[in-house]
């Protein structure tokens, strides 16, 4: 009942930014929180970078607070997060998870998005 679009991803020097875009679509589901993982290279688990629920609470993994804003659209079916100087060990693939409510059912489900690939190199 949901579907995850990720984009943005791309190639970027030390310092520079890039702004990731997850959009959810579907029906029947209620959203309680958006958030980005990480997969390093060489890493076999993907760690939470950030999260941000629908009433606009955030967190961050420490090494990205500070330089990193997770934000949502005005219909909050959209995730966004602004990443700025960006450093080598944020390099990854980046994955979106949405938490909702299915309905009428009322149980919880996380949806994954595909992965975009954030290279961070000189």
């Known amino acids: 009942q949901v579907q995850l679009v990720e984009s943005g991803g791309g190639l970027v020097q030390p310092g520079g930014s890039l702004r990731l875009s997850c959009a959810a679509s579907?029906?029947?589901?209620?959203?309680?929180?958006m958030g980005w993982y990480r997969q390093a290279p060489g890493k076999q688990r993907a760690e939470l970078v950030a999260s941000i629920t629908t009433g606009g609470s955030t967190k961050y993994e420490e090494s990205v607070e500070g330089r990193f804003s997770i934000s949502l659209n005005n219909g909050k079916n959209t995730v966004f997060l602004d990443m700025n100087s960006l450093k080598p060990e944020d390099t990854g693939m980046y994955y979106c998870a949405v938490e909702t409510i299915l309905h009428p059912y009322d149980r919880t489900w996380t949806a994954w998005g595909q992965g975009t690939q954030v290279t961070v190199s000189s």
């Open positions: 579907g029906s029947m589901f209620t959203i309680n929180n």
